[in-house]
T-cell receptor, first 115, second 114 residues
């Protein structure tokens, strides 16, 4: 079975400080991993993904994520948070070996960056 | 502009009155999917389609129907809506059948069933 866990419902950070949004996953094979962001009253927007290769992937708006196979984690990070980063963030996983297009999402983490 | 569109964006209806939420994409994507988003539960997949006339159930298909007669359209049908189907619905599409492709999401449809 495939699943994603985002252990924190909320993350609060001061503007200018680094931020981390945590994600752990479970798949039977090797994973494709994704981060999406949802701003209020909007659909989800793709941020970044890990397919293969370098464990550190860079995405939109200065975000990056590190794939850690031994810890089955894919934490989202940003060196310096902005108030405009405040949004709902979703981690998602798909098994590489799956022939289906299904994507499994975590429950989401609400990030609040205060001035 | 490449996009996924959904209509209506907001809908209030009553129990048992059939409704359809339309979804259309202009990117020639093979894969399309419907999700519902509920507080504390994240996104759960309702149905997905790998191509025209190819659909399959997701995690929460009960009470929903879909069809894929054209590549660009993937409507979601609620034959007899019930209050537990009050939710925020998203349509998404992605290129090909490749599992590494990111999904593009529509703006969402907020449905209230009284």
């Amino acid at each position: 079975a495939q699943s994603v866990a985002q252990p924190e419902d909320q993350v609060n950070v001061a503007e200018g400080n680094p931020l981390t949004v945590k994600c752990t996953y479970s798949v039977s094979g090797n994973p494709y991993l994704f981060w999406y962001v949802q701003y209020p009253n909007r659909g989800l927007q793709f941020l970044l993904k890990y397919i293969t290769g370098d464990n550190l992937v860079k995405g939109s708006y200065g975000f990056e994520a590190e794939f850690n196979k031994s810890q089955t984690s894919f934490h989202l990070k940003k060196p310096s948070a902005l108030v405009s980063d405040s949004a709902l963030y979703f981690c998602a996983v798909r098994d590489k070996g799956s022939t289906l297009g299904r994507l499994y999402f975590g429950r989401g983490t609400q990030l609040t960056v205060w001035p | 502009e490449a996009q996924v569109t959904q209509n209506p964006r907001y809908l209030i209806t009553v129990t048992g009155k059939k409704l359809t939420v339309t979804c259309s994409q202009n990117m020639n994507h093979e894969y399309m999917s419907w999700y519902r988003q509920d507080p504390g539960l994240g996104l759960r997949q309702i149905y997905y389609s790998m191509n025209v006339e190819v659909t399959d159930k997701g995690d929460v298909p009960e009470g929903y129907k879909v069809s894929r007669k054209e590549k660009r359209n993937f409507p979601l049908i609620l034959e007899s809506p019930s209050p537990n189907q009050t939710s925020l619905y998203f349509c998404a599409s992605s290129l090909g059948l490749g599992t590494y492709n990111e999904q593009f999401f529509g703006p969402g449809t907020r449905l209230t069933v009284l």
